[in-house]
């Protein structure tokens, strides 16, 4: 939920149905009073987190990949709507491959998590 407003949010879990799953990491801003209210109102099934475990969620790897090659533009962007230009043409332009590659390492990254004991992972 990388800065992520909750009202956008909950209608997209709602459209997946009773059964979707809120996962966030726990980041203070995730976890402040407001936001806790306005999910347990909204009644939104949040996954149980450890306090001090590593990142799992693919989409920081998707911000990395996405700012490498925003990066790679020279001069950098001359204002935000270069900038936004460049991020979504960056965004489109993301391999398919790397995305399902996120995607299926899902299984893998809780795997070694609870081998790690919640511990660091390669991940």
């Not at 990395?64 to 332009?93: F, I, S, T, Y």
């Amino acid at each position: 939920m990388r800065s992520c407003n909750p009202g956008l949010v909950v209608p997209a879990l709602q459209a997946i149905g009773p059964r979707a799953i809120l996962q966030d990491d726990n980041a203070p801003p995730h976890r402040s009073a407001a936001v806790n209210t306005f999910i347990q109102q909204a009644r939104v099934n949040r996954m149980l987190w450890p306090a001090n475990s590593p990142d799992l969620n693919p989409i920081d790897h998707m911000w990395d990949e996405l700012c490498r090659r925003v990066q790679q533009h020279h001069p950098p962007p001359a204002n935000l709507g270069q900038l936004l230009k460049w991020l979504q043409q960056e965004w489109n332009g993301v391999p398919r491959a790397f995305i399902c590659n996120l995607i299926h390492s899902m299984r893998q990254r809780c795997v070694e998590c609870l081998a790690h004991n919640g511990g660091h992972t390669r991940y």
